[in-house]
């Protein structure tokens, strides 16, 4: 997103019992009272990662043909003391279970259904204040695409980031009370927080608007002529880095101004033969970026899309779904106006483009689930 303006029931509520035992203090006993601040020991720090994994692992197993979220992984370590859903997080977990059953009814009738998932969770940093624990995670989930013929993709892939908040009470036992995305995205396929997006940049008559594209199946095709660039070379640079980013340039996500989806983008455009337009930083008539310095043309959503049209390097399709390998995908959350995600397409199959993009990270997931997933948001579509 732009730099500068960018930026299950887990186990259900009858579940929200103990998840699984955890010893806070060698000394202390189930039940004994707690005098000072609990600290969090590499046994607990165990424990709140296998139920940050349980809580996204039932998200993801919502969206599975034949599975039914809520039904958790079972943990049974046997260690004193408890790591516990809140009450309340029980409830949030059942709405956002019921929330997807719904969202994967919607994908199924798009033509999307995916036939089994996995889904890991890597405990990156905990911080303790208090009584309160706040865990930072990284969530890598790969689902498996039904029924997936010819030359389709069989999977597809996210990375998410979150943090998780654990209170414990004056028995020394830990509730998970929260859980947050952290991503400046939020899209991937099991998030329901609302995607963030871009505050609306100021814009003169010079700045060309591009045209919104429809969302509707099965479209006149428009494939490609032109041989000035290498689309193989892009899409595999974008499918190289899609979770392993490449040094050689900065790495926004996680960034106070905003995400890295329309950097990567660039990052692949370029390793497919865009050249670099050299100039001042702001003037979105120009494009570059390296290690050392971007223009935001390079970065930002809505400055790339000025460039991208200005130039003459790209033109509007009418449909999302004439998109080609290479082609580029941009989407107005909100509808204000203001581009908010830029993603490149990495595949088609049977009249469907796969875009990879970063903030979450994403392989290959197919423009009908976004589609499906956010029928309110405007798209436009570039062929470059």
Same mark, same amino acid.
């Given at each position: +997103?732009?730099?500068?303006?960018?930026?299950? &029931?887990?186990?259900?509520?009858?579940?929200?019992?103990?998840?699984?035992?955890?010893?806070?203090? =060698?000394?202390?006993?189930?039940? %004994?009272?707690?005098?000072?601040? =609990?600290?969090?020991?590499?046994?607990?720090?165990?424990?709140?990662?296998?139920?940050?994994?349980?809580?996204? /692992? @039932?998200?993801?197993?919502?969206?599975?043909?034949?599975?039914?979220?809520?039904?958790?992984?079972?943990?049974?370590?046997?260690?004193?003391?408890?790591?516990?859903?809140?009450?309340?997080?029980?409830?949030? #977990?059942?709405?956002?279970?019921? &929330?997807?059953?719904?969202?994967?009814?919607?994908?199924?009738?798009?033509? #999307?259904?995916?036939?089994?998932?996995?889904? /890991?969770? /890597?405990?990156?940093?905990?911080?303790?204040?208090?009584?309160?624990?706040? %865990?930072?995670?990284? #969530?890598?989930?790969?689902?498996?695409?039904?029924?997936?013929?010819?030359? %389709?993709?069989?999977?597809?892939?996210?990375?998410?980031? *979150?943090?998780?908040?654990?209170?414990?009470?004056?028995?020394?036992?830990?509730?998970?009370?929260?859980?947050? @995305?952290?991503?400046?995205?939020?899209?991937?396929?099991?998030?329901?927080?609302?995607?963030?997006?871009?505050?609306?940049?100021?814009?003169?008559?010079?700045?060309?608007?591009?045209?919104?594209?429809?969302?509707?199946?099965?479209?006149?095709?428009?494939?490609?002529?032109?041989?000035?660039?290498?689309?193989?070379?892009?899409?595999?640079?974008?499918?190289?880095? !899609?979770?392993?980013?490449?040094?050689?340039?900065?790495?926004?996500?996680?960034?106070?101004?905003?995400?890295?989806?329309?950097?990567?983008?660039?990052?692949?455009?370029?390793?497919?033969? $865009?050249? *670099?337009?050299?100039?001042?930083?702001?003037?979105?008539?120009?494009?570059?970026?390296?290690?050392?310095?971007?223009?935001?043309?390079?970065?930002?959503?809505?400055? !790339?899309? $000025?460039?991208?049209?200005?130039?003459?390097?790209?033109?509007?399709?009418?449909?999302?779904?004439?998109? #080609?390998?290479?082609?580029?995908?941009?989407?107005?959350?909100?509808?204000?106006?203001?581009? @908010? *995600?830029? +993603?490149?397409?990495?595949?088609?199959?049977?009249?469907?483009?796969?875009?990879?993009? *970063?903030?979450?990270?994403?392989?290959?997931?197919?423009?009908?689930?976004?589609?499906?997933?956010? =029928?309110?948001?405007?798209?436009?579509?570039?062929?470059?």
């Amino acid at each position: +997103m732009s730099r500068t303006r960018r930026r299950a &029931t887990i186990l259900g509520a009858a579940a929200a019992s103990v998840v699984a035992g955890v010893a806070l203090l =060698p000394n202390w006993s189930a039940g %004994a009272a707690v005098v000072d601040d =609990p600290t969090v020991d590499a046994q607990t720090k165990a424990t709140f990662q296998r139920l940050a994994d349980a809580v996204f /692992t @039932d998200r993801t197993d919502a969206l599975v043909e034949g599975k039914q979220g809520g039904r958790g992984k079972p943990l049974t370590d046997g260690f004193s003391g408890d790591v516990k859903l809140s009450s309340g997080t029980a409830r949030t #977990e059942d709405a956002a279970l019921s &929330t997807l059953g719904r969202r994967k009814d919607t994908l199924a009738k798009a033509g #999307e259904k995916y036939s089994k998932a996995a889904t /890991t969770v /890597t405990l990156n940093a905990t911080r303790v204040t208090g009584r309160t624990a706040k %865990a930072a995670v990284t #969530e890598t989930t790969t689902l498996t695409y039904a029924q997936a013929r010819g030359g %389709a993709p069989k999977t597809t892939g996210f990375q998410a980031q *979150h943090e998780l908040t654990f209170k414990a009470d004056q028995r020394g036992t830990w509730q998970l009370t929260d859980v947050e @995305d952290t991503d400046q995205g939020g899209l991937a396929v099991n998030t329901l927080s609302k995607p963030v997006s871009v505050k609306a940049t100021t814009a003169d008559d010079t700045m060309p608007n591009a045209p919104r594209a429809a969302t509707t199946r099965n479209p006149v095709a428009v494939p490609k002529t032109g041989t000035a660039y290498d689309y193989k070379a892009m899409a595999t640079y974008a499918e190289k880095y !899609w979770n392993v980013y490449n040094t050689a340039y900065p790495n926004y996500n996680g960034h106070a101004d905003g995400g890295d989806c329309t950097n990567f983008v660039s990052q692949s455009l370029k390793a497919g033969g $865009w050249k *670099h337009v050299p100039g001042y930083v702001y003037d979105y008539t120009k494009w570059f970026g390296n290690a050392d310095i971007q223009s935001d043309s390079f970065v930002g959503v809505n400055e !790339w899309s $000025w460039f991208a049209q200005n130039s003459k390097r790209t033109t509007s399709l009418a449909n999302v779904f004439q998109l #080609e390998v290479g082609d580029v995908l941009q989407m107005d959350f909100d509808k204000d106006g203001s581009k @908010d *995600h830029t +993603m490149i397409v990495t595949y088609k199959s049977g009249g469907v483009p796969y875009v990879t993009y *970063h903030s979450n990270n994403t392989y290959r997931r197919s423009v009908a689930s976004l589609v499906a997933s956010y =029928p309110n948001a405007a798209f436009y579509a570039y062929r470059t």
